[in-house]
């Protein structure tokens, strides 16, 4: 543990706990309509005092917190692609050289929605549970040929060399966050989030907040097909961003740049712990902080002034309908 490293005289104890997400498994998650679904249990026990920080996926957060919590750390990411994990007897093809209505296991309709448009010749179910319950459907059951997982988790679970297909931008943009884990804090506790503060990682926390500004833009969340993609090279933040009807027919892709190369300044002021969409970054510097968020908010705003809003509400509708 990283925290142990960097603080070895302090004792850190692990509190494994389940969410709501975690428990119903039968139902896909854009059907349950709860923004805090993985992280309702973990904020209660926070503010109970009962842990001092709570670990999660970024891509399970809210783009808004509930008051007294912040994002005190964003790790490095992990390749926050999707991938493809075959059934053992289709080993080693891609989506394209599947047969004719295959069918496909992924409970995202941000996944569905794009790769039915790129892949229109394979069928799309949902598939529910966590990694070990999704993989061993996969091969214990002639249900699915494929079902496609984030890359980033079974990289952490050590089971990379499942990943038969990595899907890249040009086929399938990503969820806000995907591949990054965050550390929640209580806003009043200075000294957990000093601490934790160190885990941040810079660009990883740039392109988070981007992502973030762009989804709180548009108030997505997992019950409408919203993605994205972000690259930062050069001091200069690209984020493309898309929103997808459920069957992909309809969409809108858009891609911005600005500038994020800026100073950091030691100075502690009113402004300090700022938070950018729900993130505290004390030593990120907080122009290009602010730079990055307006940098989701332009695009959104450009995909809005172009029709987002009623491609995202007839997507809403229609998997309120299903």
């Not at 842990?51 to 926050?80: M, Q, W, Y």
């Not at 093809?93 to 229109?120: D, H, M, W």
């Given at each position: 543990?990283?925290?142990?490293?960097?603080?070895?005289?302090?004792?850190?104890?692990?509190?494994?706990?389940?969410?709501?997400?975690?428990?119903?498994?039968?139902?896909?998650?854009?059907?349950?309509?709860?923004?805090?679904?993985?992280?309702?249990?973990?904020?209660?026990?926070?503010?109970?005092?009962?842990?001092?920080?709570?670990?999660?996926?970024?891509?399970?957060?809210?783009?808004?917190?509930?008051?007294?919590?912040?994002?005190?750390?964003?790790?490095?990411?992990?390749?926050?692609?999707?991938?493809?994990?075959?059934?053992?007897?289709?080993?080693?093809?891609?989506?394209?050289?599947?047969?004719?209505?295959?069918?496909?296991?992924?409970?995202?309709?941000?996944?569905?929605?794009?790769?039915?448009?790129?892949?229109?010749?394979?069928?799309?179910?949902?598939?529910?549970?966590?990694?070990?319950?999704?993989?061993?459907?996969?091969?214990?059951?002639?249900?699915?040929?494929?079902?496609?997982?984030?890359?980033?988790?079974?990289?952490?679970?050590?089971?990379?060399?499942?990943?038969?297909?990595?899907?890249?931008?040009?086929?399938?943009?990503?969820?806000?966050?995907?591949?990054?884990?965050?550390?929640?804090?209580?806003?009043?506790?200075?000294?957990?989030l000093n601490m934790v503060s160190a885990l941040h990682d810079a660009d990883t926390v740039l392109c988070c907040i981007a992502?973030?500004?762009?989804?709180?833009?548009?108030?997505?969340?997992?019950?409408?097909?919203?993605?994205?993609?972000?690259?930062?090279?050069?001091?200069?933040?690209?984020?493309?961003?898309?929103?997808?009807?459920?069957?992909?027919?309809?969409?809108?892709?858009?891609?911005?740049?600005?500038?994020?190369?800026?100073?950091?300044?030691?100075?502690?002021?009113?402004?300090?712990?700022?938070?950018?969409?729900?993130?505290?970054?004390?030593?990120?510097?907080?122009?290009?902080?602010?730079?990055?968020?307006?940098?989701?908010?332009?695009?959104?705003?450009?995909?809005?002034s172009k029709g987002a809003k009623q491609i995202l509400s007839v997507a809403r509708q229609l998997n309120d309908a299903r």
């Amino acid at each position: 543990m990283r925290l142990r490293e960097l603080y070895p005289d302090l004792h850190f104890e692990i509190v494994a706990m389940s969410t709501t997400g975690d428990k119903i498994l039968d139902t896909a998650l854009s059907k349950i309509g709860e923004k805090s679904l993985f992280t309702k249990e973990l904020e209660n026990a926070l503010e109970r005092n009962e842990v001092d920080l709570v670990v999660h996926s970024l891509k399970d957060l809210p783009t808004s917190l509930p008051p007294g919590f912040t994002i005190g750390a964003v790790c490095k990411r992990e390749n926050p692609l999707d991938a493809v994990v075959f059934h053992p007897k289709n080993c080693a093809k891609s989506l394209s050289l599947l047969p004719e209505n295959s069918v496909i296991g992924t409970s995202s309709l941000r996944r569905a929605a794009q790769l039915k448009k790129k892949f229109p010749h394979l069928e799309f179910r949902d598939i529910r549970g966590n990694l070990n319950t999704r993989l061993k459907k996969l091969d214990e059951k002639e249900d699915f040929s494929a079902i496609i997982l984030a890359a980033a988790g079974l990289k952490r679970m050590g089971w990379e060399n499942r990943i038969g297909q990595l899907l890249g931008p040009e086929d399938c943009l990503y969820a806000v966050g995907q591949g990054a884990l965050a550390v929640e804090v209580r806003v009043k506790d200075q000294e957990i989030l000093n601490m934790v503060s160190a885990l941040h990682d810079a660009d990883t926390v740039l392109c988070c907040i981007a992502e973030r500004a762009f989804m709180k833009r548009l108030e997505g969340g997992c019950s409408v097909p919203v993605a994205v993609s972000t690259l930062l090279k050069d001091g200069q933040l690209y984020l493309t961003g898309a929103v997808y009807s459920l069957d992909g027919s309809d969409s809108l892709k858009e891609t911005m740049q600005t500038s994020v190369s800026y100073p950091h300044q030691n100075e502690d002021g009113p402004n300090d712990d700022v938070q950018h969409v729900g993130i505290t970054a004390k030593n990120v510097p907080g122009p290009a902080q602010e730079a990055a968020e307006n940098l989701g908010v332009e695009v959104a705003s450009l995909l809005l002034s172009k029709g987002a809003k009623q491609i995202l509400s007839v997507a809403r509708q229609l998997n309120d309908a299903r």
